[in-house]
């Protein structure tokens, strides 16, 4: 018996140099299928090889040492984050749902005037420099959201509820994002940021119905005002463009009088220098003239002999006669 279990078990062994050729085929394999990866097209991947920064790589397939000596951290550049500043937003959608807890630690502000408002706003931005966003700060997030809210309070501290609420409300949001952008690129934050939209700028509730009020009472003083402007553009354009019209047909009497004026003054001048030189001529001229103008006006024309001393039987004076 004792023969016969030497014999199997020498039957079983393996010779060695396929037991080493099987181990160096299965590290192999766990060796590559550790060590590569892939990047997303959105993405970029840091690589750090015991600890510290080695290299930045591009979207695709890549391999690194694996065991722990280069670590992956995925970084997406291409993705636009957002932060809410006020309130939250619990699912969005057409009907988006909103959390009703409060958050007026973050939206209660002192504006210039000494008033408060209830602002509430948005931060989007994207990683512009995956090394920075890494390694620079250790929670960026948690430091973009506290300057965030430090430059939105100093902006609004500047100015008056008025211009918070109703007036300047885009050049608040502008003048936030060039401010926020310069701070976090101080801190070599890696961050851009795309846009900050100011969401809700209200009184605060306990307040909304006087403030309404005000709105209220200015939107109608400044209808009334329209109204008034409206009324003085259509009345006094007409009153002007009559009294312009009046000067200028007077002007145009005016001159109309004294040209003819001055060419009866010139004919009478021409005319008298024409009877000084020739009386006889002129006299007759003249008289011809006359005639051409009265005769045709007269009805019935009677031409007499200037040598007869009686026309009275011409005349019809008789029975009948006037």
């Known amino acids: 018996m004792p023969k016969i279990e030497e014999l199997n078990i020498k039957q079983i062994k393996l010779p060695k140099k396929k037991i080493i050729t099987g181990v160096i085929i299965l590290a192999a394999v766990i060796f590559f299928a550790t060590g590569l990866y892939t990047v997303n097209p959105e993405e970029v991947g840091v690589i750090q090889r015991f600890g510290k920064y080695l290299s930045t790589t591009q979207p695709g397939l890549h391999f690194k040492i694996p065991f722990g000596v280069d670590k992956l951290t995925k970084v997406k550049v291409k993705l636009v984050f957002k932060e809410e500043f006020g309130f939250r937003t619990l699912q969005a959608g057409v009907r988006s749902k909103y959390s009703a807890r409060s958050y007026n630690q973050e939206a209660i502000m002192l504006t210039g005037d000494l008033n408060i408002a209830d602002v509430e706003w948005i931060v989007q931005y994207r990683i512009k420099d995956p ?192």
């Open 131 to 322: 090394v920075n966003y890494l390694f620079n700060v250790r929670n960026v997030e948690e430091t973009m959201r506290d300057v965030s809210e430090s430059v939105i309070r100093g902006v609004v501290g500047d100015r008056s509820v008025d211009e918070v609420i109703v007036l300047n409300r885009k050049e608040i949001a502008d003048k936030s994002e060039i401010m926020l952008q310069e701070k976090l690129d101080v801190y070599k934050a890696g961050l851009e940021i795309v846009t900050i939209n100011l969401q809700n700028v209200n009184p605060p509730e306990a307040v909304q119905p006087a403030f309404n009020n005000v709105n209220s009472a200015k939107q109608g003083k400044e209808r009334i005002i329209n109204e008034a402007w409206q009324n003085y553009n259509q009345v006094i354009p007409e009153a002007q463009g009559k009294a312009k019209r009046t000067i200028e047909e007077a002007e145009g009497y005016a001159i109309d009088r004294v040209n003819r004026a001055n060419g009866d003054a010139n004919r009478f001048i021409q005319m008298y220098n024409q009877y000084r030189y020739s009386k006889t001529v002129t006299r007759k001229r003249l008289y011809l003239e006359m005639m051409e103008k009265v005769l045709p006006k007269v009805e019935k024309k009677y031409i007499i002999d200037d040598k007869a001393n009686n026309v009275l039987p011409l005349l019809n004076l008789g029975q009948g006669g006037k």
